[in-house]
């Protein structure tokens, strides 16, 4: 399996990008699928995490309300849509993947992007 995402770089406060993540490749029924990012000299976090196997997305505290997961079956694609950007939100997102029910825990999962930069100033 190979992910790959697009979107990204830098924008303004209050700017609203979309990330995308592109899937190569298939899972078993069950899986996990999301983005994490990492600020500067921080730990790498979720951000949205959705599960196939209770078809429930989990939005981190620090972004719900301004960011979404969305999904495309049919183009095997995840999305990840934020809105009302802050200077705070600046960080590597990364999409990732496991087969199984989803973590917050980055290390358990198997797959991962290359990283895009989103820098808000």
């Known amino acids: 399996v190979q992910l790959v995402e697009s979107g990204g770089g830098s924008v303004q406060p209050g700017d609203s990008p979309r990330l995308s993540c592109s899937v190569r490749?298939?899972?078993?029924?069950?899986?996990?699928m999301g983005w994490f990012r990492q600020a500067p000299g921080k730990e790498r976090v979720r951000v949205a995490l959705?599960?196939?196997?209770?078809?429930?997305?989990v939005i981190a505290d620090a972004v719900r309300g301004r960011f979404t997961y969305s999904r495309d079956n049919a183009t095997n694609t995840q999305y990840l849509n934020m809105n009302d950007l802050k200077p705070e939100d600046t960080a590597m997102y990364y999409c990732?993947?496991?087969?199984?029910?989803?973590?917050?825990?980055?290390?358990?999962?198997?797959?991962w992007g290359q990283g895009t930069q989103v820098t808000v100033s």
């Open positions: 959705f599960s196939t196997g209770t078809g429930i997305t």
């Open positions: 490749g298939s899972f078993d029924t069950r899986y996990c």
């Open positions: 990732a993947a496991k087969q199984g029910g989803c973590t917050v825990r980055p290390d358990v999962f198997r797959y």
